[in-house]
């Protein structure tokens, strides 16, 4: 069993700033890329920002130079650091693990239940 649990949402004014956290947990016998996704009412899921084992970092346009990933894979957990927010990040936002169990290296996607940034004044 392998959990993803997030924390840090809510609601904060334009221009203010949010971290989010997410812990991964259970039978984990090596995780690789760690991520964030947002999914706005009536969009498909996007992704955010990604992060390698080794510190690789991928983004979306949408939020370069704003957003921050970062991750302690000591304690299996990705963090997202968010500034100058906007209205259109208002979302849920999800992590995701891309892990393995088992030594064979089949790997999986697992994600977290998902933490809801508003941003609005």
């Known amino acids: 069993q392998v959990q993803l649990v997030e924390s840090g949402g809510g609601l904060v004014q334009p221009g203010g700033s949010l971290r989010l956290s997410c812990a991964a947990s259970?039978?984990?016998?090596?995780?690789?890329?760690m991520g964030w996704y947002h999914q706005a009412p009536g969009k498909q899921r996007e992704l955010v920002a990604t992060i390698t084992t080794g510190g690789n970092t991928n983004y979306a346009d949408s939020v370069k130079g704003r957003f921050t990933i970062s991750r302690d894979n000591a304690k299996n957990t990705v963090y997202l650091q968010m500034n100058s927010l906007k209205p259109e990040d208002t979302a849920v936002y999800y992590c995701s693990a891309d892990l393995s169990k088992t030594s064979t290296g089949i790997t999986y996607r697992y994600w977290g239940q998902g933490t809801q940034v508003t941003v609005s004044s």
């Open positions: 259970g039978s984990i016998f090596s995780i690789y890329v």
